[in-house]
Protein backbone atom coordinates (compact mmCIF):
# COMPACT_ATOMS: atom_id res chain seq x y z
CA UNK A 1 0.00 0.00 0.00
CA UNK A 2 1.52 3.27 -0.92
CA UNK A 3 0.77 6.46 1.92
CA UNK A 4 1.26 9.97 1.39
CA UNK A 5 2.17 9.99 4.41
CA UNK A 6 6.00 9.98 5.40
CA UNK A 7 7.62 7.28 6.99
CA UNK A 8 9.17 6.81 10.74
CA UNK A 9 12.47 4.88 10.64
CA UNK A 10 12.50 2.54 13.99
CA UNK A 11 16.16 1.16 14.01
CA UNK A 12 16.01 -2.10 15.76
CA UNK A 13 13.82 -4.67 15.98
CA UNK A 14 13.38 -6.11 19.50
CA UNK A 15 10.47 -5.68 21.76
CA UNK A 16 10.46 -1.95 22.04
CA UNK A 17 11.03 -1.12 18.29
CA UNK A 18 8.46 -4.13 16.93
CA UNK A 19 5.93 -2.56 19.11
CA UNK A 20 6.69 0.93 18.04
CA UNK A 21 6.25 -0.10 14.30
CA UNK A 22 2.54 -2.13 15.17
CA UNK A 23 1.45 1.65 17.21
CA UNK A 24 2.78 3.74 13.91
CA UNK A 25 0.66 1.36 11.19
CA UNK A 26 -2.47 0.92 13.22
CA UNK A 27 -2.24 4.84 13.00
CA UNK A 28 -1.99 4.79 9.49
CA UNK A 29 1.53 5.87 9.55
CA UNK A 30 4.17 3.97 7.80
CA UNK A 31 6.88 2.25 9.48
CA UNK A 32 10.28 1.31 8.87
CA UNK A 33 11.91 -1.47 10.78
CA UNK A 34 16.10 -1.62 10.73
CA UNK A 35 16.96 -5.19 12.15
CA UNK A 36 21.00 -5.48 11.82
CA UNK A 37 20.34 -9.36 12.77
CA UNK A 38 21.51 -11.56 11.01
CA UNK A 39 23.91 -9.62 9.18
CA UNK A 40 25.65 -8.12 12.42
CA UNK A 41 24.75 -10.53 15.59
CA UNK A 42 24.89 -9.21 19.27
CA UNK A 43 26.82 -11.28 21.98
CA UNK A 44 22.73 -12.50 23.65
CA UNK A 45 20.35 -12.96 20.58
CA UNK A 46 20.61 -16.53 19.21
CA UNK A 47 17.93 -15.69 15.68
CA UNK A 48 17.44 -13.21 13.47
CA UNK A 49 13.38 -12.87 14.82
CA UNK A 50 12.23 -9.80 15.36
CA UNK A 51 11.18 -9.55 19.25
CA UNK A 52 13.55 -12.38 20.15
CA UNK A 53 13.60 -13.12 24.00
CA UNK A 54 17.27 -12.97 24.73
CA UNK A 55 16.80 -14.59 28.21
CA UNK A 56 14.10 -16.05 30.67
CA UNK A 57 10.33 -16.68 28.68
CA UNK A 58 8.63 -14.94 31.40
CA UNK A 59 6.40 -11.75 31.33
CA UNK A 60 6.13 -11.99 35.28
CA UNK A 61 2.83 -11.41 37.16
CA UNK A 62 -0.02 -11.15 35.17
CA UNK A 63 -2.52 -10.05 38.23
CA UNK A 64 -3.41 -6.18 36.97
CA UNK A 65 -4.94 -5.62 40.31
CA UNK A 66 -2.01 -6.26 42.74
CA UNK A 67 1.24 -6.49 40.53
CA UNK A 68 2.24 -2.99 39.10
CA UNK A 69 3.96 -5.07 35.73
CA UNK A 70 0.64 -7.29 35.32
CA UNK A 71 -1.36 -3.88 35.45
CA UNK A 72 1.32 -2.73 33.08
CA UNK A 73 0.08 -5.80 30.72
CA UNK A 74 -3.49 -4.61 31.00
CA UNK A 75 -3.00 -1.31 30.05
CA UNK A 76 -0.81 -2.73 26.64
CA UNK A 77 -3.89 -4.81 26.41
CA UNK A 78 -5.93 -1.88 26.21
CA UNK A 79 -3.85 0.08 23.33
CA UNK A 80 -3.48 -2.66 21.28
CA UNK A 81 -0.05 -3.92 22.22
CA UNK A 82 1.12 -6.30 18.95
CA UNK A 83 3.81 -7.72 22.17
CA UNK A 84 0.98 -8.44 24.16
CA UNK A 85 -1.77 -9.98 21.78
CA UNK A 86 1.53 -12.46 20.84
CA UNK A 87 2.16 -13.31 24.43
CA UNK A 88 -1.43 -14.25 25.46
CA UNK A 89 -1.85 -16.18 21.72
CA UNK A 90 1.62 -18.38 23.22
CA UNK A 91 1.38 -18.49 26.54
CA UNK A 92 2.22 -21.32 28.40
CA UNK A 93 1.34 -22.47 32.42
CA UNK A 94 3.65 -20.80 34.83
CA UNK A 95 1.38 -19.89 37.42
CA UNK A 96 0.01 -16.28 38.04
CA UNK A 97 3.44 -15.24 36.13
CA UNK A 98 2.63 -14.89 31.96
CA UNK A 99 5.43 -17.15 30.22
CA UNK A 100 5.44 -17.76 26.81
CA UNK A 101 6.62 -20.01 23.75
CA UNK A 102 9.78 -17.80 22.38
CA UNK A 103 9.64 -19.21 19.38
CA UNK A 104 5.75 -18.84 18.99
CA UNK A 105 5.46 -15.53 20.08
CA UNK A 106 8.22 -14.08 18.19
CA UNK A 107 7.02 -15.54 14.73
CA UNK A 108 3.43 -14.59 16.07
CA UNK A 109 5.53 -10.92 16.34
CA UNK A 110 7.58 -10.78 12.93
CA UNK A 111 4.59 -12.11 10.92
CA UNK A 112 2.08 -9.65 12.12
CA UNK A 113 4.48 -6.63 11.46
CA UNK A 114 4.96 -8.22 7.76
CA UNK A 115 2.24 -9.00 7.01
CA UNK A 116 0.87 -5.05 7.70
CA UNK A 117 0.71 -3.02 4.43
CA UNK A 118 2.53 0.37 6.51
CA UNK A 119 5.41 -1.67 7.82
CA UNK A 120 8.61 -2.36 6.06
CA UNK A 121 11.24 -4.41 7.27
CA UNK A 122 15.16 -3.73 6.29
CA UNK A 123 17.87 -6.04 7.52
CA UNK A 124 21.23 -4.13 7.79
CA UNK A 125 23.02 -2.34 10.81
CA UNK A 126 22.72 1.77 11.31
CA UNK A 127 25.89 2.02 12.18
CA UNK A 128 26.19 5.88 13.08
CA UNK A 129 23.56 9.03 12.91
CA UNK A 130 20.69 8.54 10.69
CA UNK A 131 20.82 10.48 7.29
CA UNK A 132 19.39 13.41 7.97
CA UNK A 133 16.50 13.21 5.52
CA UNK A 134 14.98 10.78 7.56
CA UNK A 135 13.30 13.43 9.81
CA UNK A 136 11.67 10.75 12.32
CA UNK A 137 13.31 8.43 14.12
CA UNK A 138 12.89 5.97 16.70
CA UNK A 139 15.94 4.18 18.36
CA UNK A 140 15.04 1.09 19.86
CA UNK A 141 18.36 -0.39 19.61
CA UNK A 142 18.65 -1.71 23.21
CA UNK A 143 20.74 -2.76 26.05
CA UNK A 144 23.42 -4.06 23.14
CA UNK A 145 23.27 -1.35 20.88
CA UNK A 146 25.82 -1.87 18.14
CA UNK A 147 29.13 0.26 18.98
CA UNK A 148 29.02 2.04 15.99
CA UNK A 149 25.60 3.35 17.15
CA UNK A 150 26.35 3.91 20.64
CA UNK A 151 29.47 6.15 19.84
CA UNK A 152 27.74 8.56 17.69
CA UNK A 153 24.89 8.70 20.44
CA UNK A 154 27.11 9.14 22.93
CA UNK A 155 28.69 11.76 21.29
CA UNK A 156 26.18 13.83 19.98
CA UNK A 157 24.70 13.97 23.76
CA UNK A 158 27.64 14.98 24.95
CA UNK A 159 28.00 11.72 27.32
CA UNK A 160 31.46 9.78 27.33
CA UNK A 161 30.23 6.52 27.08
CA UNK A 162 26.55 4.77 26.93
CA UNK A 163 28.10 1.38 27.21
CA UNK A 164 28.22 0.87 30.85
CA UNK A 165 29.34 -2.14 32.89
CA UNK A 166 26.19 -1.42 34.88
CA UNK A 167 26.69 -1.52 38.91
CA UNK A 168 22.99 -1.82 40.11
CA UNK A 169 22.35 -0.97 43.92
CA UNK A 170 19.33 -2.36 45.40
CA UNK A 171 16.08 -0.21 45.56
CA UNK A 172 13.40 -0.36 48.83
CA UNK A 173 9.93 0.85 49.50
CA UNK A 174 10.50 3.72 52.07
CA UNK A 175 7.04 2.37 53.45
CA UNK A 176 8.78 -1.03 54.13
CA UNK A 177 11.61 0.30 56.28
CA UNK A 178 11.74 0.28 59.70
CA UNK A 179 11.61 4.12 61.01
CA UNK A 180 12.08 3.13 64.68
CA UNK A 181 15.30 2.00 64.04
CA UNK A 182 16.96 3.99 60.79
CA UNK A 183 17.34 7.53 61.17
CA UNK A 184 17.66 10.34 58.98
CA UNK A 185 21.09 12.53 59.13
CA UNK A 186 23.48 13.47 56.33
CA UNK A 187 27.33 12.72 57.41
CA UNK A 188 28.67 15.36 59.66
CA UNK A 189 25.47 16.61 58.87
CA UNK A 190 26.25 18.09 55.91
CA UNK A 191 23.45 20.25 54.35
CA UNK A 192 24.62 19.99 50.18
CA UNK A 193 23.01 21.74 46.73
CA UNK A 194 19.90 20.15 47.59
CA UNK A 195 19.88 18.68 51.23
CA UNK A 196 18.74 19.46 54.35
CA UNK A 197 21.54 17.75 56.40
CA UNK A 198 19.00 14.78 56.80
CA UNK A 199 19.39 13.27 53.87
CA UNK A 200 20.09 9.71 54.33
CA UNK A 201 18.65 6.96 55.93
CA UNK A 202 20.57 5.18 58.35
CA UNK A 203 20.91 1.79 59.68
CA UNK A 204 23.26 0.90 62.34
CA UNK A 205 25.44 -2.75 63.14
CA UNK A 206 26.90 -3.40 65.89
CA UNK A 207 30.56 -5.16 65.80
CA UNK A 208 28.60 -8.72 65.85
CA UNK A 209 25.73 -7.97 63.01
CA UNK A 210 28.78 -6.40 61.23
CA UNK A 211 31.02 -9.35 61.27
CA UNK A 212 27.74 -11.90 60.94
CA UNK A 213 26.78 -9.79 57.95
CA UNK A 214 30.33 -9.87 56.16
CA UNK A 215 30.77 -13.43 56.68
CA UNK A 216 26.93 -13.61 55.17
CA UNK A 217 28.50 -11.57 52.02
CA UNK A 218 32.02 -13.97 51.60
CA UNK A 219 29.36 -17.39 51.61
CA UNK A 220 26.15 -16.25 49.78
CA UNK A 221 25.79 -17.03 46.32
CA UNK A 222 26.79 -15.53 43.46
CA UNK A 223 25.14 -15.36 40.00
CA UNK A 224 27.59 -16.07 37.37
CA UNK A 225 29.16 -13.85 34.48
CA UNK A 226 28.11 -14.86 30.95
CA UNK A 227 30.74 -15.74 28.88
CA UNK A 228 31.08 -12.48 26.63
CA UNK A 229 30.75 -10.61 30.30
CA UNK A 230 34.17 -12.10 31.72
CA UNK A 231 36.49 -10.01 29.12
CA UNK A 232 34.59 -6.85 30.78
CA UNK A 233 36.62 -5.60 34.15
CA UNK A 234 35.32 -4.35 37.21
CA UNK A 235 35.45 -0.21 37.44
CA UNK A 236 37.42 0.13 40.86
CA UNK A 237 34.73 2.89 41.85
CA UNK A 238 31.88 0.27 41.39
CA UNK A 239 32.71 -3.13 43.07
CA UNK A 240 30.31 -5.56 43.97
CA UNK A 241 30.21 -5.35 48.03
CA UNK A 242 30.97 -9.16 47.88
CA UNK A 243 34.38 -8.73 45.83
CA UNK A 244 35.23 -5.39 48.49
CA UNK A 245 34.17 -8.09 51.69
CA UNK A 246 36.48 -10.45 50.20
CA UNK A 247 39.31 -7.75 50.53
CA UNK A 248 39.60 -8.08 54.14
CA UNK A 249 37.65 -7.98 57.44
CA UNK A 250 37.61 -4.04 57.49
CA UNK A 251 37.14 -2.82 53.88
CA UNK A 252 33.45 -2.47 54.02
CA UNK A 253 33.76 -0.27 57.26
CA UNK A 254 36.27 1.96 55.69
CA UNK A 255 34.07 1.73 52.42
CA UNK A 256 29.87 2.11 51.46
CA UNK A 257 29.04 1.29 55.32
CA UNK A 258 31.49 3.35 57.06
CA UNK A 259 29.83 4.73 60.27
CA UNK A 260 31.97 8.56 60.49
CA UNK A 261 30.08 11.43 60.65
CA UNK A 262 27.08 9.64 62.09
CA UNK A 263 25.70 9.38 65.76
CA UNK A 264 22.64 6.94 66.74
CA UNK A 265 19.67 8.73 68.07
CA UNK A 266 18.87 5.82 70.23
CA UNK A 267 22.40 5.51 71.78
CA UNK A 268 23.50 9.08 71.67
CA UNK A 269 26.71 7.09 69.76
CA UNK A 270 28.64 6.55 66.69
CA UNK A 271 27.86 2.63 65.30
CA UNK A 272 30.05 -0.18 64.46
CA UNK A 273 29.03 0.43 60.89
CA UNK A 274 26.18 1.95 59.01
CA UNK A 275 23.89 1.02 56.00
CA UNK A 276 22.66 4.17 54.24
CA UNK A 277 19.77 4.67 51.91
CA UNK A 278 19.53 7.68 49.69
CA UNK A 279 16.36 8.68 48.07
CA UNK A 280 16.16 7.56 44.52
CA UNK A 281 12.66 9.26 42.98
CA UNK A 282 11.27 12.94 43.25
CA UNK A 283 8.19 11.42 45.22
CA UNK A 284 10.50 10.07 48.02
CA UNK A 285 8.97 6.78 47.91
CA UNK A 286 11.88 4.62 46.76
CA UNK A 287 15.17 4.69 48.17
CA UNK A 288 18.79 2.61 47.46
CA UNK A 289 21.09 1.36 49.35
CA UNK A 290 24.57 3.29 48.91
CA UNK A 291 27.40 1.69 47.53
CA UNK A 292 25.51 -2.00 47.58
CA UNK A 293 26.00 -3.26 43.95
CA UNK A 294 25.85 -6.90 44.14
CA UNK A 295 26.16 -10.38 42.05
CA UNK A 296 24.80 -12.32 44.70
CA UNK A 297 21.77 -13.74 43.68
CA UNK A 298 18.30 -12.18 44.20
CA UNK A 299 17.36 -15.06 47.04
CA UNK A 300 20.24 -14.07 48.85
CA UNK A 301 19.97 -10.46 48.75
CA UNK A 302 16.61 -11.00 50.18
CA UNK A 303 17.67 -13.11 52.81
CA UNK A 304 21.23 -11.26 53.74
CA UNK A 305 19.92 -7.54 53.31
CA UNK A 306 16.96 -7.96 56.10
CA UNK A 307 19.80 -8.90 58.55
CA UNK A 308 20.26 -5.44 58.29
CA UNK A 309 18.71 -3.36 61.70
CA UNK A 310 16.25 -1.00 59.69
CA UNK A 311 15.44 -3.52 57.01
CA UNK A 312 13.83 -6.57 58.38
CA UNK A 313 10.96 -5.91 56.52
CA UNK A 314 12.31 -4.43 53.25
CA UNK A 315 10.07 -4.83 50.42
CA UNK A 316 12.93 -4.27 47.12
CA UNK A 317 11.47 -2.18 44.30
CA UNK A 318 14.84 -3.93 42.70
CA UNK A 319 17.65 -5.76 43.50
CA UNK A 320 21.57 -5.34 42.70
CA UNK A 321 23.27 -6.36 39.87
CA UNK A 322 26.18 -5.85 37.60
CA UNK A 323 25.47 -6.39 33.55
CA UNK A 324 26.97 -4.49 30.40
CA UNK A 325 24.00 -2.50 29.46
CA UNK A 326 24.02 0.35 27.37
CA UNK A 327 21.61 3.16 28.17
CA UNK A 328 21.22 7.07 28.11
CA UNK A 329 20.91 9.18 30.56
CA UNK A 330 17.39 9.60 30.07
CA UNK A 331 16.37 12.53 32.71
CA UNK A 332 18.69 14.66 31.55
CA UNK A 333 18.92 13.77 27.63
CA UNK A 334 15.56 12.71 26.70
CA UNK A 335 12.33 15.51 26.62
CA UNK A 336 8.99 14.27 28.06
CA UNK A 337 8.27 12.80 24.56
CA UNK A 338 11.54 10.53 24.61
CA UNK A 339 12.84 13.06 21.82
CA UNK A 340 16.50 13.71 22.34
CA UNK A 341 17.08 17.57 23.70
CA UNK A 342 20.13 17.43 21.45
CA UNK A 343 18.64 16.14 18.31
CA UNK A 344 14.86 15.64 18.25
CA UNK A 345 14.18 14.26 14.86
CA UNK A 346 15.62 11.70 17.45
CA UNK A 347 13.29 9.36 19.67
CA UNK A 348 14.15 6.69 21.91
CA UNK A 349 12.37 3.54 23.17
CA UNK A 350 13.18 0.19 25.07
CA UNK A 351 15.74 -0.51 27.14
CA UNK A 352 18.24 2.25 26.01
CA UNK A 353 15.51 4.17 27.62
CA UNK A 354 16.83 3.24 31.62
CA UNK A 355 13.73 0.78 31.27
CA UNK A 356 14.29 -2.37 32.76
CA UNK A 357 12.97 -5.96 30.90
CA UNK A 358 10.87 -7.01 27.97
CA UNK A 359 7.64 -5.73 29.46
CA UNK A 360 8.60 -2.27 30.14
CA UNK A 361 10.84 -1.64 26.95
CA UNK A 362 8.07 -2.87 24.86
CA UNK A 363 5.32 -0.40 26.62
CA UNK A 364 7.78 2.35 26.30
CA UNK A 365 7.92 1.18 22.41
CA UNK A 366 3.89 1.59 22.30
CA UNK A 367 4.19 5.58 24.26
CA UNK A 368 7.14 6.24 21.86
CA UNK A 369 5.20 4.50 18.96
CA UNK A 370 2.41 6.65 19.54
CA UNK A 371 3.85 9.99 20.32
CA UNK A 372 5.88 9.46 16.79
CA UNK A 373 2.80 9.03 14.79
CA UNK A 374 0.93 12.24 16.72
CA UNK A 375 3.12 14.18 15.55
CA UNK A 376 3.09 13.03 11.80
CA UNK A 377 -0.48 13.49 11.60
CA UNK A 378 0.00 16.91 12.96
CA UNK A 379 -2.51 15.98 16.54
CA UNK A 380 -1.33 16.90 19.85
CA UNK A 381 0.58 14.76 21.54
CA UNK A 382 -1.30 13.41 25.18
CA UNK A 383 1.05 12.02 27.98
CA UNK A 384 -0.15 9.25 30.12
CA UNK A 385 -1.56 10.34 33.36
CA UNK A 386 1.34 9.92 36.13
CA UNK A 387 -1.03 7.86 38.47
CA UNK A 388 -1.18 5.03 35.46
CA UNK A 389 1.73 2.14 35.08
CA UNK A 390 2.85 3.62 31.61
CA UNK A 391 2.24 7.35 32.79
CA UNK A 392 4.42 6.72 35.98
CA UNK A 393 7.31 4.71 34.26
CA UNK A 394 7.51 7.36 31.65
CA UNK A 395 7.47 10.04 34.10
CA UNK A 396 10.70 8.23 36.18
CA UNK A 397 12.56 8.15 32.87
CA UNK A 398 11.83 11.92 31.77
CA UNK A 399 12.38 13.25 35.15
CA UNK A 400 11.23 11.72 38.08
CA UNK A 401 14.14 9.48 38.96
CA UNK A 402 17.41 11.32 40.01
CA UNK A 403 19.62 12.19 36.99
CA UNK A 404 23.06 11.37 39.50
CA UNK A 405 21.88 8.21 40.63
CA UNK A 406 19.86 7.07 37.14
CA UNK A 407 19.80 3.29 36.64
CA UNK A 408 17.55 1.11 34.47
CA UNK A 409 14.30 0.01 36.39
CA UNK A 410 11.67 -2.16 36.81
CA UNK A 411 7.94 -1.13 36.49
CA UNK A 412 6.57 -0.37 40.17
CA UNK A 413 4.26 0.98 42.90
CA UNK A 414 6.76 3.04 44.28
CA UNK A 415 6.81 4.79 40.55
CA UNK A 416 3.05 5.95 41.39
CA UNK A 417 2.28 9.31 43.14
CA UNK A 418 0.93 8.29 46.17
CA UNK A 419 -3.12 7.14 47.39
CA UNK A 420 -4.88 7.62 50.87
CA UNK A 421 -2.10 7.41 53.47
CA UNK A 422 -3.77 4.89 55.70
CA UNK A 423 -4.32 2.39 52.98
CA UNK A 424 -1.30 -0.45 53.45
CA UNK A 425 -0.32 -3.69 52.10
CA UNK A 426 -2.57 -5.05 49.49
CA UNK A 427 -5.17 -2.62 49.63
CA UNK A 428 -2.93 0.11 48.72
CA UNK A 429 -2.19 -1.85 45.81
CA UNK A 430 -5.20 -2.82 44.49
CA UNK A 431 -6.47 0.53 45.10
CA UNK A 432 -3.35 1.87 42.98
CA UNK A 433 -4.27 -0.27 40.35
CA UNK A 434 -7.85 0.65 40.11
CA UNK A 435 -7.05 4.34 39.98
CA UNK A 436 -4.82 3.49 37.17
CA UNK A 437 -6.88 1.33 35.30
CA UNK A 438 -9.45 4.04 35.36
CA UNK A 439 -7.34 7.08 34.69
CA UNK A 440 -5.92 4.60 31.63
CA UNK A 441 -9.87 4.44 30.30
CA UNK A 442 -9.55 8.03 30.32
CA UNK A 443 -6.27 8.87 28.33
CA UNK A 444 -7.75 6.41 25.87
CA UNK A 445 -11.42 7.09 25.66
CA UNK A 446 -11.37 10.58 23.64
CA UNK A 447 -9.04 9.44 20.68
CA UNK A 448 -6.65 6.98 20.39
CA UNK A 449 -3.67 9.25 19.60
CA UNK A 450 -4.74 12.90 20.62
CA UNK A 451 -7.02 15.02 22.81
CA UNK A 452 -6.96 19.09 22.02
C1 LIG B 1 21.80 -10.75 28.44
C2 LIG B 1 20.49 -10.11 28.78
C3 LIG B 1 19.50 -10.85 29.40
C4 LIG B 1 18.27 -10.26 29.71
N1 LIG B 1 17.31 -11.02 30.29
C5 LIG B 1 16.08 -10.50 30.56
C6 LIG B 1 15.05 -11.31 31.12
O1 LIG B 1 15.25 -12.48 31.38
N2 LIG B 1 13.84 -10.75 31.34
C7 LIG B 1 13.60 -9.45 31.06
O2 LIG B 1 12.46 -8.99 31.28
N3 LIG B 1 14.56 -8.65 30.55
C8 LIG B 1 15.79 -9.13 30.28
N4 LIG B 1 16.79 -8.35 29.77
C9 LIG B 1 16.57 -6.90 29.66
C10 LIG B 1 15.68 -6.39 28.51
O3 LIG B 1 14.36 -6.53 28.88
C11 LIG B 1 15.85 -7.01 27.20
O4 LIG B 1 17.16 -6.77 26.80
C12 LIG B 1 14.85 -6.48 26.14
O5 LIG B 1 15.00 -7.29 25.01
C13 LIG B 1 15.02 -5.03 25.78
O6 LIG B 1 14.17 -4.68 24.72
P1 LIG B 1 14.62 -3.63 23.62
O7 LIG B 1 13.59 -3.63 22.55
O8 LIG B 1 14.98 -2.37 24.25
O9 LIG B 1 15.99 -4.26 23.05
P2 LIG B 1 16.20 -5.60 22.21
O10 LIG B 1 15.07 -6.53 22.41
O11 LIG B 1 17.58 -6.07 22.52
O12 LIG B 1 16.14 -5.11 20.71
C14 LIG B 1 17.12 -4.28 20.16
C15 LIG B 1 17.32 -4.68 18.71
O13 LIG B 1 18.15 -3.71 18.07
C16 LIG B 1 19.05 -4.37 17.19
N5 LIG B 1 20.17 -3.44 16.96
C17 LIG B 1 21.13 -3.03 17.86
N6 LIG B 1 21.93 -2.11 17.29
C18 LIG B 1 21.47 -1.91 16.03
C19 LIG B 1 21.88 -1.06 14.94
N7 LIG B 1 22.90 -0.21 15.06
N8 LIG B 1 21.20 -1.13 13.76
C20 LIG B 1 20.14 -1.97 13.64
N9 LIG B 1 19.71 -2.80 14.62
C21 LIG B 1 20.35 -2.75 15.81
C22 LIG B 1 19.38 -5.65 17.92
O14 LIG B 1 19.83 -6.65 17.04
C23 LIG B 1 18.04 -6.02 18.56
O15 LIG B 1 17.24 -6.83 17.74
C24 LIG B 1 18.03 -8.89 29.42
C25 LIG B 1 19.02 -8.15 28.79
C26 LIG B 1 20.24 -8.75 28.47
C27 LIG B 1 21.29 -7.93 27.79
Known amino acids: MTSSIKAVHIIGG ?22 MRPMRPTEAHQTDSLAELVCSNSFRSDDAHNNAVGLLHEEMRRANS ?26 AVQSALLAHPLVTLERGEIAGLPPEDWDSVIVATGPLTSPALAEAIARLSGEAS ?15 IDLSVAWKQSRYDKGGPAGDGADYLNCPLNKEEYETFVAGLLTGEKTEFKEWETSTPYF ?5 I ?20 LRDPRTGRRPWAVVQLRQDNALGTLWNIVGFQTKLKHGEQRRLFRTIPGLQGAEFARLGGLHRNTFLNSPRLLDGQLRLKAMPRLRFAGQITGCEGY ?3 AAVGLLTGRFAAAERLGL ?23 ATTFQPMNVNFGLFPPIDGNLRGKE ?15 WLAPRPLAAE
Do not use: N
Open 162 to 176: LAFFDAIAPIVHYDS
Open 359 to 361: VES
Open 14 to 35: GLAGSEAAWQLASASVPAVLHE
Open 380 to 402: ASHLPPATTAMGALLGHITGGAD
Open 236 to 240: DGCLP
Open 242 to 261: EVMAARGPDTLRWGPMKPVG
Open 428 to 442: RKQALAARALRDFDT
Open 82 to 107: LIMRAADTHKLPAGGALAVDRHGFSA
